[in-house]
């Protein structure tokens, strides 16, 4: 068994190879911010301006397709939506996808 020289230089180069990984891996983490997370927080940052801005009046779409109006915005995280005549649920406010229509603040 005869060991070639490719062999043997192949087997000394571990730390250099590594180093000529190095700016691949930081590549691939700096593409993968810039079109997955950052978008995703900024989008999830809108969603929660939304839902804090909500109010009486204001005509919602939630996550399950129910549209309806708020009647009463809850401290504790819940909004009440009249999807009917007379007919009010209470929904979480992160569940309220789109906010159709805003009423105007009252003066």
Do not use: C, W
């Not at 043997?8 to 891996?25: K, V």
């Amino acid at each position: 068994m005869i060991v070639t020289p490719a062999f043997a230089q192949a087997a000394g180069g571990g730390g250099n190879a590594l180093l000529m990984q190095l700016p691949f891996f930081i590549l691939i983490f700096a593409i993968f911010y810039l079109l997955l997370i950052r978008p995703q927080r900024k989008k999830m940052k809108e969603h929660q301006a939304m839902v804090e801005a909500l109010r009486r009046g204001d005509q919602v779409i939630t996550q399950g397709g129910v549209v309806g109006k708020v009647t009463k915005v809850r401290e504790d995280g819940e909004v009440e939506i009249e999807i009917a005549e007379g007919v009010n649920v209470r929904v979480i406010k992160n569940t309220i996808q789109t906010v159709l229509s805003k009423t105007e603040p009252a003066n």
